[in-house]
Nanobody
Framework: VQLQAYGGGLVQAGISLRLSCVAS????????MGWFRQAPGKEREFVGF????????INANSVKDRFTISRDNAKNTVYLQMTSLKPEDTAKYYC??????????????????WGQGTLVTVSS
């Protein structure tokens, strides 16, 4: 199983950026896909997830009105659309895949597979 995240980079505050995560080696259609992020010196933080059917939730209050998760099962790809980026959004962003359900999906333990992450740096 491979989860390849890309789309990160150095951007200015206020702009939008879309991250993508392409999955291979698994039946993508049945997996819930999650996004986490880890800022320098901090623990990994749950950002949100999207179920196999497309319903989604954004957990972090700091991103709830700015980030959106979507997926294209035909392309085995999940997206994280980020708008109005702030310097505090600077982090390495990880995608992950889960077969489980429930509140555990807001924690790292809920996920079976992880990507290598893509770095987003937001300058002020």
């Amino acid at each position: 199983v491979q989860l390849q995240a890309y789309g990160g980079g150095l951007v200015q505050a206020g702009i939008s950026l879309r991250l993508s995560c392409v999955a291979s080696g698994l039946n993508f259609d049945v997996y819930t896909m999650g996004w986490f992020r880890q800022a320098p010196g901090k623990e990994r933080e749950f950002v949100g997830f999207i179920s196999w059917s497309g319903s989604s939730t954004i957990n972090a209050n700091s991103v709830k009105d700015r980030f959106t998760i979507s997926r294209d099962n035909a392309k085995n790809t999940v997206y994280l659309q980020m708008t109005s980026l702030k310097p505090e959004d600077t982090a390495k962003y990880y995608c992950a895949a889960a077969l489980g359900s429930g509140s555990i999906l807001t924690t790292e333990r809920g996920y079976d597979y992880w990507g290598q992450g893509t770095l987003v740096t937001v300058s002020s």
